[in-house]
């Protein structure tokens, strides 16, 4: 595998997991395109050392594949959510990135991605019924 070995595959393979899981839906699905991906990867990443480059590359090959697949569809929460907010918040929250592998992964600055993260948490608790007449009183 040019620039991949199977120690890499092993720590991308869960994520691409989760990613496509989190973006589309339908686990055993998710799965099928997970490995398709994993696939990609293995036979066209590049003969790098550079971890920001290889987390971009496996980013866009990620979300190529799963723009091109049918979603069964996403969470009504995250739908509603503009494309760049949605997309932090799978990274971050789904897949389990760091801020900055989340940055190299989208070409953005870490403090980017936090106040996009921020910002699309705001929105998720505003959208979300208040639950405060739901709680028993003490």
């Known amino acids: 595998a ?3 070995d199977v120690r890499l595959m092993a720590e991308v393979r869960p994520a691409v997991t989760r990613y ?3 973006r589309i839906g339908g686990a055993e699905r998710a799965a099928d395109l997970a490995r398709t991906v994993c696939r990609t990867i293995l ?3 590049p003969a ?4 920001a480059a290889l987390t971009a590359f496996v980013y866009r090959t990620a979300a190529a594949a799963v723009d ?3 979603p069964d569809g996403l969470p009504v929460q995250l739908a509603q959510l503009p494309p760049a907010e ?3 918040l799978v990274l971050r929250v789904a897949v389990g990135l760091s801020p900055e592998r989340t940055a190299a992964a989208l070409g953005a600055a870490p403090e ?4 996009v993260q921020h910002h699309a948490l705001q929105l998720l ?3 979300q019924p208040s639950t405060a007449s739901a709680r028993p009183r003490m």
């Open 68 to 70: 091109a697949a049918e």
């Open 112 to 115: 980017d991605v936090r106040r």
């Open 86 to 88: 949605r997309e932090v």
């Open 125 to 127: 608790r505003r959208a």
């Open 48 to 51: 790098t050392a550079d971890e």
């Open 43 to 45: 036979a066209k990443a």
């Open 20 to 22: 496509c899981r989190a």
């Open 2 to 4: 040019r620039g991949v």
